[in-house]
């Protein structure tokens, strides 16, 4: 494509972004524009999964709410960019330089590219922002889960409320960064700089802090379990009067919830396994209605045939993970990333709210999954009666045969899914 064409594309895109007949979105899927200055460019919701921008001046571009799937940025300047909302899954930022760019609510987790095949497999794509220069980025709401940062700058960041479930952080100087309620669960910090940040209400569960520079750092109202602080670096550092330094064996929390279902709370205890690493066990078949399952990794997970009713799973990571045959009425999903997942026969109908002792409330709470990752899941035969799905990444989905009575999918992308036959009524938009 020659230099004329991409700007004719990008004029036509600008049309289209203002509602005029004679533009059209910009489709630049797996287009080498490596080596161009496209400074100032405006491409918000554009089409770029898979194209090559390496070595690119990007400075004051605009990439807002556009699809960077497996995109190629290294070594590009993206100063005071606007990434927000972009779907940056598997994106590679190596040594880019994204100083005072904008991701506030991105998702730079980890893709999934489909390998053609006789029976069809996975590739895992990591993000990769190593040695990436984010200083005083904003990433606010970000979901980083699993990403590859290791030796980036990110001085001074906004990381509020970001998902960096298992993300690789060694060596990497974030001095002074906000990471007020981030979720760093069994994420990397060896030899991280952390000194002077804000990690008030963050949760550390099993996390990583061999040589982890924590001078000065507010850790006061941190959820710390299982993180063996005595090798990190805490001169100065605020830590929360007592931190837990063992957590529950997975088998106790899972039994003692046993008890609390049967009983009715009467005895056990409810399941809180917020930010666990429970990826690739078999779980299969078991009843964790109103657990709490919060950003946990359930990446691979056996949980066929379980029961999840009113289950709380907002920004959880369970990529490919089997849900086949699940209850999961009530359950919430919001942010919870799907992809890859088999979701065939699952229910998630509304489910009605009873009080203790059984009496009905006269509520219904219906399943949230707005703002969740679908790429490329299975839904085949799976009832959404009444759910919840704006916002929600479909692209590539399975719905065939799937009851979608009065569903909820504004703004949902629906990009290349696969309908068939949609079932007894159309959702609402």
């Known amino acids: 494509m020659t230099p004329h ?15 005029k007949t004679d533009g059209k979105r910009a489709e630049l899927s797996k287009v080498d524009l490596s080596g161009l200055d496209l400074s100032s460019v405006n491409l918000s919701r554009a089409s770029l999964n898979g194209a090559n921008l390496k070595n ?20 590009s300047v993206l100063k005071n960019a606007n990434l927000k909302s972009a779907d940056m899954h598997g994106v590679n930022l ?21 390998v053609v095949g006789e029976k069809g497999s996975w590739q895992i794509v990591g993000s990769n922002l190593g040695h990436s220069v984010l200083d005083e980025a904003i990433l606010r709401g970000a979901n980083l889960t699993r990403a590859d940062m290791k030796g980036c700058s990110a001085v001074g960041a906004d990381l509020q409320s970001a998902n960096l479930i298992g993300v690789r952080l060694q060596n990497a100087d974030l001095q002074g960064a906000n990471l007020t309620q981030a979720n760093l669960s069994s994420a990397n910090l060896e030899s991280t700089n952390l000194a002077n940040c804000n990690l ?3 949760i550390l569960v099993k996390t990583h802090v061999m040589g982890t520079n924590f001078t000065n750092a507010n850790l006061e109202t941190a959820k710390i379990v299982d993180v063996p602080l005595s090798l990190a670096k805490l001169h100065k550092a605020k830590l929360p009067s007592a931190p837990e330094l063992r957590q529950k064996t997975v088998e106790a929390i899972l039994l003692s919830h046993k008890k609390w279902i049967a009983t009715r709370g009467a005895k056990g205890e409810q399941a809180v396994l917020d930010g666990y690493d429970l990826s690739w066990l078999n779980l299969s078949g078991l009843d964790l209605s109103g657990a709490s399952l919060k950003g946990a990794n359930l990446s691979e997970t056996n949980l066929r045939d379980s029961l999840f009713e009113l289950t709380d799973f907002s920004g959880a990571a369970m990529q490919g993970a089997n849900l086949e045959g699940c209850m999961l009425a009530g359950a919430n999903l919001s942010e919870t990333d799907l992809s890859g997942t088999n979701l065939r026969r699952a229910r998630l109908f509304p489910v009605e709210l009873r009080d203790p002792n059984g009496t009905s409330t006269g509520r219904i709470w219906p399943t949230n999954l707005s703002r969740a990752s679908l790429l490329d899941a299975c839904l085949q035969g799976a009832d959404l009666t009444g759910a919840n799905l704006s916002q929600a990444d479909l692209r590539g989905a399975d719905l065939r045969n799937v009851v979608l009575v009065k569903t909820t999918i504004t703004g949902a992308n629906l990009e290349g899914a696969f309908f068939g036959e949609l079932g007894r009524e159309a959702a609402s938009a």
């Open 5 to 19: 064409e991409i700007l004719g594309l990008i004029q036509k895109h600008e049309k289209w972004l203002q509602g």
């Open 56 to 75: 690119c001046n990007l400075t004051d571009a605009n990439f807002e709410r556009a699809d960077l799937y497996a995109a190629e940025f290294s070594g």
């Open 94 to 114: 190596y040594k880019a330089d994204l100083s005072g760019a904008t991701l506030e609510k991105a998702d730079l987790r980890e893709g999934r590219l489909a």
């Open 200 to 202: 008030s209400n963050a």
